[in-house]
């Protein structure tokens, strides 16, 4: 079985981006920072993409530097432009979710219980 999955968490490395094409759809493209220790130190900063985001998408709420729970599927998308071809690898999002969010929906859960009923 394949599978494409990619689960990030990192802090918004640069305002989001939001660009309209003449077809109508919205592209929004934000980048994320991602620091590791393991196997040896470093950042990396991943392009995270949503297609036609809804105008309260979590990621243009964010602000630089907040952190950001990102699900998607890595991509590779390719363009022209002139005469060169150029791709890019990024993460495709289906879901993201701003660290306030996470923590007030932690809090709800608490809250509720697991079963989503109100706990005494």
């Known amino acids: 079985m394949d599978m494409n ?5 990192g ?3 640069a305002p989001p981006e939001l ?5 109508g ?3 929004l493209r934000v980048l994320v920072t991602v620091r590791s220790s393991s196997p040896r130190r470093r950042v990396d900063v991943i392009p995270v993409t949503a297609w036609d985001p809804a105008d309260d998408h979590p990621a243009l709420l964010a602000e630089v530097g907040e952190r950001l729970w990102v699900t998607g599927t890595v ?3 390719f363009w022209s432009a002139g005469e060169h071809r150029h791709s890019r690898l990024e993460v495709v999002s289906f879901h993201v979710q701003r660290n306030e969010d996470a ?3 932690s809090t709800e859960a608490a809250d509720t219980g697991s079963n989503g009923s109100a706990v005494d």
């Open 5 to 9: 999955l990619a689960v990030l968490g």
């Open 11 to 13: 802090k918004l490395a």
């Open 19 to 23: 660009r309209e094409f003449e077809s």
């Open 25 to 27: 759809s919205r592209l």
């Open 75 to 77: 991509q590779r998308r």
């Open 103 to 105: 923590a007030a929906a």
